[in-house]
C-alpha cells in the first residue's frame, strides 16, 4: 500500500491504516524527500513494517551528468537512511538501463564492502561495515521470457517485480504468477545444474512451458518482446590502452 502523501501526519495516517488491516509492506514514492524517508524509516522499523521506496522522480535529477545526482549516490543515500526495498533498474525493461552501471547500483546496495571497479562507475572502495543492505527492485516491462537475463544480470538477491507481466497474462493474475514462478524455478534448476542458461535460457523455458499451460500462454503472448534504449546513464570511466 502506497502511504505517500502531502504531509506526514497523512502518511502516518495512511501507514497506521495499513498496518491495522494486516499489511507486512508500505511503499513510499522518493519524491516525498530525504527527511521523510528518514522518518518512515524509523516508524516502519518501530512498527515491524517493510518499507519499499519506489524511485518515482529520479530521472528528473539522475540522467544529467553535468547538474544531476547520480542514482548511485541516491541509492546509498537509501541504505544510510534504512529503507528495506528500492527500484533499482531492470537492464532489459522498459526503463534503460547500462547493464555495467546496473551492477554498481546492486553492488552498492547489497554488498558490504564494493571495491573500486570504474567501470561499474564505482570509483573508490567503500566499506559498509555492519551497516544492513537494501533489496534491490528489478521492475518495468519485465516478463517471464527474459528471465534468463534477469537472473544473469541482476542475480538472486533481487525483487523481480513483474507487475503487466503478471497482470496482463490472458488467464488472470494467478495464472501470470504462475508463470513467472516457474520460469524462475527453472532456470535455478538449469544453473544449479551446471547449463548454460543464459544461451539456453530460450530452450529452458521453452521445456517448462510443456508440463506448465500459463508458462506457455505468457511466452506465446509475450515473446521475445524488448525496450531497446541507450542508456542515458552510462560510467563515465573510459578505457584506455595499456603500454
Known amino acids: ?39 518512515m524509516a524509523k516508524w516502519s522499523r518501530k512498527n515491524g513494517l517493510i518499507l519499499h521506496l519506489h524511485r518515482a522522480g529520479h530521472s528528473t535529477y539522475t540522467r544529467q551528468k553535468t547538474h544531476g545526482v547520480s542514482f548511485r549516490v541516491i541509492a546509498k543515500w537509501c541504505r544510510l537512511i534504512g529503507v528495506d526495498h528500492i527500484h533499482a533498474g531492470t537492464v532489459v ?21 564494493i571495491p573500486t571497479n570504474p567501470a561499474n562507475g564505482i570509483y573508490f572502495d567503500q566499506e559498509w561495515a555492519s551497516m544492513p543492505g537494501v533489496l534491490p527492485v528489478a521492475s518495468g516491462g519485465i516478463h517471464a521470457g527474459q528471465m534468463h537475463d534477469l537472473l544473469n544480470l541482476l542475480g538472486e538477491d533481487v525483487v523481480l517485480q513483474f507487475g503487466g507481466g503478471t497482470i496482463g ?17 527453472a532456470m535455478i534448476l538449469a544453473r ?45 570511466a573510459v578505457a584506455t590502452p595499456s603500454h
Request: glycine residues 8%; charged residues 25%.
Open 169 to 185: 497474462h490472458p488467464d488472470g493474475i494467478a495464472a501470470g504468477a504462475t508463470a513467472n514462478r516457474v520460469a524462475l524455478e
Open 1 to 39: 500500500m502506497n502511504v505517500t502523501a502531502g504531509d506526514m501526519e497523512a502518511m502516518y495516517e495512511r501507514a497506521e491504516f495499513a498496518k491495522e488491516i494486516g499489511s507486512v509492506i508500505i511503499m513510499i514514492d522518493l519524491t516525498i524527500g530525504y527527511t521523510a524517508m528518514q522518518s
Open 93 to 113: 525493461g522498459k526503463l534503460e538501463g547500462d547493464p555495467r552501471t546496473t551492477a554498481g547500483y546492486y553492488d552498492t546496495l547489497r554488498e558490504n564492502f
Open 192 to 236: 544449479n545444474e551446471g547449463r548454460d542458461y543464459v544461451a539456453q535460457g530460450p530452450e529452458i523455458l521453452k521445456e517448462a512451458a510443456k508440463s506448465c499451460a500459463p508458462l506457455a500462454r505468457a511466452l506465446d503472448l509475450w515473446k521475445d518482446i524488448s525496450f531497446n534504449y541507450e542508456s542515458t546513464d552510462t560510467p563515465d
